[in-house]
């Protein structure tokens, strides 16, 4: 499975920005998909996840109301819009695919060691 993500820039506080994940590979419609992020000088934390199926989703507390998953099977898509972004939304922003992460998904305890495949990042920046 390989990841492209896209979608990132610049936008002032309280705009909005739609990212996307572009996936490849035969076994990525069995995998839930997260996206992550990493801001300078901080650790990677979690941001959402979707299921296999686009049923079942998951976020962080800090997204829960803002941001917005969502997946396209056909097209081997998934999206992250994010709406109301703050300036402590800056951050280097990954998609990752798993199999086993689908699990974690389901009972809204996404595990990010259960993502085995990861894509190159989008940075997003968020002005004040």
């Known amino acids: 499975v390989q990841l492209q993500a896209s979608g990132g820039g610049l936008v002032q506080a309280g705009g909005s920005l739609r990212l996307s994940c572009a996936a490849s590979?035969?076994?990525?419609?069995?995998?839930?998909v997260g996206w992550f992020r990493q801001a300078p000088g901080k650790e990677r934390e979690f941001v959402a996840a979707?299921?296999?199926?686009?049923?079942?989703?998951d976020y962080a507390a800090s997204a829960k109301g803002r941001f917005s998953i969502s997946r396209d099977n056909a097209k081997k898509e998934v999206y992250l819009q994010m709406n109301s972004l703050k300036s402590e939304d800056t951050a280097i922003y990954y998609c990752?695919?798993?199999?086993?992460?689908?699990?974690?998904?389901?009972?809204?305890?996404?595990?990010?060691?259960?993502?085995?495949?990861w894509g190159q990042g989008t940075q997003v920046t968020v002005s004040s």
């Open positions: 590979g035969r076994t990525v419609s069995s995998c839930a």
């Open positions: 979707i299921g296999w199926s686009g049923t079942h989703t």
């Open positions: 990752a695919a798993g199999v086993r992460a689908n699990r974690g998904v389901l009972a809204g305890t996404t595990i990010t060691d259960e993502f085995d495949y």
